[in-house]
Each structure stands twice: as C-alpha cells, then as structure tokens.
C-alpha cells in the first residue's frame, strides 16, 4: 500500500506524533482525517490543505468514531467496490501517573485508574472496531490487502515505572491485542501493528523540567535524545507501504529501558 491518493484516518492529530504523521502523509500525496477532542486539530487541517479534513471526536464514544471513519471512508472516494479509508494511525491517549499508595498510605483513586484504561485500551479497541469494518469493504489491493491499522503503545507497556500501573497496564492491553487482532483481520486483508515510542517531544512532555529532560535524554543509548515525532511518522510510514510488517509490536526509543 502507498500513502499517495489513498485516504488515512489519524487520532490524536491535533500535535505530537499523530499531527507530524499526518503532515508526513498528506506530503507523500496522501489525504487524511484529522480527529482530536481538543478544537487545534481544526486549524491543523487546514494548515495542511485540500488534502485534510478535521472531526472533533472522543476515541471512547461510538457516535464519535464512526463519524470520524465516515469521513475518512468519504475522502478516499468511498463508493461501493471501491478504495474508501484505506489506513488508521492511532495515536490519541493520556499519560498518567499515581502510586498505589500515597504517602499516608492512602490507596490509588479507582476512577482515574479506570480513566486511563478506557481511553488508552477501551479507546484503541472501539477505533480498531469500527475501522477495520470500513476497510473490509474495500476493493483488495496488491496481495489482497485492503487496509492497514498502526496502534500506539508505549515502552512503558514493558518497562513501566513507579506509579505507572495503569499506564502500563493501558498500553500492555495495546500490545496484547496486536497478534490477535491481525490474526483474525487476515482474512479481511487488513494488517495490524502497534508502535511502542519511548520518550518523544510531544505536549506530554511540556510540563517536565529541563533537568529531568536531560536526565531522561542521558539514559538513552543512542541518540541521546529525545525521539522527534516525524522518526515515529517516518516508521509508521513504512508499516504502511512495507506488507510484510503484521501483527508485531516495534519499539522505537533509542534503546531505552526504564527502571
């Protein structure tokens, strides 16, 4: 599959990773729908042309979604027998971080534990749901292949830190499903991956001082750095175009291992 003339949906597309993805897609001659609960991902869109197209959406909301694939399905031409949403890029998630226990041993707050899992896990799943519907009504491509989902995950679903239950647990949940979503979607025609960043300069990490930052940076082996959101849109690009990439999760943080 190739990103030229064909349409892709992209969650989180407002900034960071999923808004680098979609300017990467729409220079590669591609179109997407740019789909994000915060009122940016509007002008996003419109800073990236003809080509882009923008719905206010939350990952955990059916309506939402389906509205979202809708558009994208509507982009890529969408007529019956024919190309309609061609790819989903989910990067769309929240960061969270609480002990079990605080200091005066009082336990973790269960709803924001449950908060993190619905839209990190429960959302993944509703987004992968409704569009691998969409793509199954595509016309098959080269080996048959009508359609490709990348998910995001995260290094802390392996190396997950103090106060990162369920964070980890969230993204964990992300990688669990890879394998068996692209099992099963086989028969469609439709790969699954997951891309599992380490740490990337995105808003989420606007509020972290500069000294953890470089402390963060130095325990990379190589580059010493942070990841740069169009390194993850370089690689989810090539999931898209390479079919042999299916049903795998790629870490990509310099070699980084939390502890």
Do not use: W
């Amino acid at each position: 599959m190739q990103l030229k003339d064909n349409a892709f949906l992209i969650t989180g597309a407002a900034s960071g990773l999923g808004a680098a993805t979609a300017e990467r897609i729409v220079a590669a001659g591609g179109r997407v729908v740019l789909c994000d609960l915060s009122e940016a991902v509007e002008s996003h869109a419109a800073r990236l042309g003809e080509a882009a197209r923008a719905v206010r959406g939350d990952v955990t909301r059916e309506d939402d979604m389906q509205a979202a694939v809708e558009a994208a399905v509507a982009l890529g031409g969408g007529e019956e027998g024919e190309r309609g949403l061609a790819g989903v890029i989910h990067c769309a998630g929240v960061v969270s971080v609480a002990k079990l226990l605080d200091r005066e041993g009082n336990p973790a707050d269960l709803d924001a534990y449950a908060r993190t899992v619905q839209i990190n896990l429960v959302g993944t799943f509703n987004v992968m749901r409704l569009a691998a519907a969409a793509m199954s009504r595509n016309a098959p491509g080269e080996d048959g292949e009508r359609g490709v989902i990348i998910n995001t995950a995260s290094v802390a679903a392996f190396d997950g830190q103090v106060g990162q239950c369920a964070y980890s647990a969230s993204k964990a949940g992300v990688v669990g499903m890879s394998l068996p979503a692209a099992r099963e979607l086989s028969r469609h025609g439709i790969r699954v991956m997951a891309i599992a960043p380490g740490v990337f300069e995105t808003p989420m990490m606007s509020d972290i001082p500069e000294d953890a930052v470089a402390s963060l940076s130095a325990s990379i082996p190589f580059p010493k750095r942070l990841g740069k959101p169009d390194e993850y849109a370089r690689l989810a690009e090539q999931i898209v175009t390479n079919p042999m990439l299916n049903g795998e999760v790629i870490r990509l943080d310099g070699g980084i291992r939390m502890s």
